[in-house]
């Protein structure tokens, strides 16, 4: 039976794909510079894997399951139903990859304070295991659990409608090999 709230619903497909968009265009903007010595560490292979990961996950496209509802609201609802579901995946992947991606940059950007644009020497070795070992650190703490809060927190704050949004539970059921 219709609920009345297929309008809500739309606006609220049209919010997770602005999110998802945001994350996108921050990602595509990223204009990788890497010193050919440097090319081969972590944090620049990590980068180069969420940036191609990023890619292909603009390029994945939407496959509807049901047709044009026209004018049908149950349909309506469904569909709206199912979209909200494939929004909110894709701006998950999105921003776990956001996260990572900042991660690299605070990275690189350590890497580059420390050498002054130089190359690594004996005396930087310490500090440059500090970095990376902080590189890491936080890269563990990008957890499937903490990129839902982020999300669920930003749209609470932003008094946003949740009722359907699905739940870390059902997008990790979908997210598995062979499930979508």
Not at 22 to 49: C, F
Not at 155 to 176: F, H, N, V
């Amino acid at each position: 039976m219709a609920d009345g709230l297929n309008q809500i619903r739309a606006m609220r497909v049209a919010e997770i794909m602005q999110d998802f968009r945001n994350a996108q265009t921050y990602m595509a903007g990223i204009r990788l510079q890497v010193p050919r010595q440097d090319a081969n560490l972590e944090g620049y292979l990590v980068l180069r894997q969420c940036l191609s990961e990023a890619q292909q996950l603009t390029n994945q496209p939407y496959t509807a399951t049901s047709s044009n509802p026209r004018g049908d609201a149950e349909r309506e609802k469904a569909q709206l139903r199912q979209i909200i579901m494939d929004a909110s995946l894709r701006r998950f992947k999105a921003q776990k990859l956001f996260m990572r991606v900042v991660a690299c940059q605070r990275w690189i950007a350590a890497r580059n304070a420390l050498l002054k644009g130089g190359i690594a020497r004996a005396e930087h070795t310490r500090a440059l295991a500090q970095i990376t070992h902080a590189f890491r650190t936080e890269m563990g703490t990008i957890t499937d659990a903490r990129v839902e809060h982020t999300l669920r927190a930003a749209d609470t704050a932003q008094g946003k409608w949740l009722a359907e949004d699905p739940s870390l539970t059902i997008m990790l059921q979908m997210l598995r090999p062979g499930t979508r």
